[in-house]
């Protein structure tokens, strides 16, 4: 039985440059994201976009412990209380997570992140949400709070940056949309951080490294990186079950992420390099709910290679002479 025990952070960070270890350089103390659900939906299932849904999206999937109750001050404080006994933070960077947390007019954003930024402890705010879905005017508040000293991140799901991937598991945008949107954010000095997932249906792993080299073209300040889960009540466990869709293995996963970790500049913050699915709701690959046994090997595999984060990436000049 392989180890599952954590991974020191000294260990992975010592390769890659995490956002723990990057928000501890910056605060001088561990910052923890507390994550919320303040009640949004998401366009993509109302009709607005579409309807459904992304095919793989349970959204209780991504944030299975994230509380219903929209009162975003008594999440925060909740999820506080049990960080603090655990393990002493002080403090947080609210994470607006579940479903699509621009989805609305601009006064109840304002509302609802102020009411976030208000509490006891909290520093930042890390945001959610579809290209597709980020107004100038959603821009312009997030800048406000960036310029009040807040940490701030911008996150966008693209996910793949294949088209054809994308409306195969129904997103509703394309590569068009992300690229405008991260126009608009860089042209406000918004950290982004943006969303991919390796093993998408139709997509190899150099696809994922294709679609790596696109968001870098454009430029990110983060990135989040998790396998495709198949998880109860979704189009794509439909598919699974009828042997249309096959989930990586683990070394397939590993191998992939080593990989794009080494073409990704030394600077670009990784937020996340796998995810997990609660086990009563992931179908497969079941790997994937071992979160430790995933983050050991790859940094067991970084360690074989004796790589590191940035060490195959592009010079910046000619990551720009490539692009489109
Ligand atoms: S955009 Fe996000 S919340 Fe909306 S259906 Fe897709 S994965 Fe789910």
Known sequence: MPCEHPTPHSTLAARVNTLGQSLLRHHGERVHKLAIHAGFTCPNRDGTKGRGGCTFCNNFSFSPHARRDPNVAGQIEAGRRVLAKRTGARLFIAY?????NTYGDVDRLRRLYEEALAQPGVIGLSVG???DCVPDAVLDLLAEYRDRGCEVWLELGL???FDKTLARVNRGHGFAEYRDAVAR?????LPLCTHLIVGLPGEAPRD???????VLELGVDGLKIHPLHVVKH???AHQWRRGEYRPLA???YVETVVEMVRRTPAEVVYHRLTGTASADILLAPRWCSRKWRVLNAITKRLEALDARQGDQAEPPKARVANAC
Not at 185 to 189: D, K, M, P
């Open 159 to 161: 996910q793949s940056a």
């Open 185 to 189: 954010a860089r042209a406000r000095g």
């Open 96 to 100: 607006f997570q579940a479903y699509t």
């Open 208 to 214: 994922s490294l294709a679609s790596l080299e696109r």
């Open 234 to 236: 979704t189009l794509l």
């Open 250 to 252: 683990l070394e397939e």
């Open 129 to 131: 949400t579809r290209p």
